[in-house]
T-cell receptor
Framework: DTGVSQNPRHKITKRGQNVTFRCDPI?????LYWYRQTLGQGPEFLTY????????KSRLLSDRFSAERPKGSFSTLEIQRTEQGDSAMYLC?????????FGPGTRLLVL | RKEVEQDPGPFNVPEGATVAFNCTYS??????FFWYRQDCRKEPKLLMS???SGNEDGRFTAQLNRASQYISLLIRDSKLSDSATYLC????????FGTGTRLTVIP
């Protein structure tokens, strides 16, 4: 399968712990996006990379959130000191030009 | 005001029915428009792009009205497998999603 992959698919953590998610985009795609989706809502944009450069960050992305794409290929999203409100599906998408293709998401539950 | 507004539904329709979803967007400078489909607990998948001239893909027809900042999706001859949430998506400086419209096709 050469689509977007994300790991882990599910994560349960206790409040205050740090978590890190990984996204592997479609190999020739230079753009990579992170979104967050809560129940009954559409995905909300968090941040965007073109190659290794992080070009935009939403104001939804608090100081506890950091994303990297060190070699312009895979990306990681870290949440420090998780809060219950961080519970959501974290979706990664990649694109070359135009259409974004989504990974299966990482479902986070903060207890 | 939200970037993209959609009626969340739910829409419950019998098999074979025609159903239409609408959405409005707030940024008149928006560049591209899409409908995505999302099944329960799955990722969104592109259903179709929406072009100014309107476009059709089998049983699905998408329309864009730039003057009214309005996008529509028409599904003809609904199938059980069409049951999903349909997300209206607009590209401005970023990709903005509506809340989605939930469709259930009933046998």
């Amino acid at each position: 399968d050469t689509g977007v992959s994300q790991n882990p698919r599910h994560k349960i953590t206790k409040r205050g712990q740090n978590v890190t998610f990984r996204c592997d985009p479609i190999s020739e795609h230079n753009r990579l996006y992170w979104y967050r989706q809560t129940l009954g809502q559409g995905p909300e944009f968090l941040t965007y990379f073109q190659n290794e450069a992080q070009l935009e960050k939403s104001r939804l992305l608090s100081d506890r959130f950091s994303a990297e794409r060190p070699k312009g290929s895979f990306s990681t999203l870290e949440i420090q000191r998780t809060e219950q409100g961080d519970s959501a599906m974290y979706l990664c998408a990649s694109s070359l030009v135009g259409t974004q293709y989504f990974g299966p998401g990482t479902r986070l539950l903060v207890l | 005001r939200k970037e993209v507004e959609q009626d969340p539904g739910p829409f419950n329709v019998p098999e074979g029915a025609t159903v239409a979803f609408n959405c409005t967007y707030s940024n008149s400078a928006s560049q591209s428009f899409f409908w995505y489909r999302q099944d329960c607990r799955k990722e969104p998948k592109l259903l179709m792009s929406v072009y100014s001239s309107g476009n059709e893909d089998g049983r699905f027809t998408a329309q864009l009205n730039r003057a009214s900042q309005y996008i529509s999706l028409l599904i003809r001859d609904s199938k059980l497998s069409d049951s999903a949430t349909y997300l209206c998506v607009v590209l401005s400086n970023n990709l903005f999603f509506g809340t989605g419209t939930r469709l259930t096709v009933i046998p």
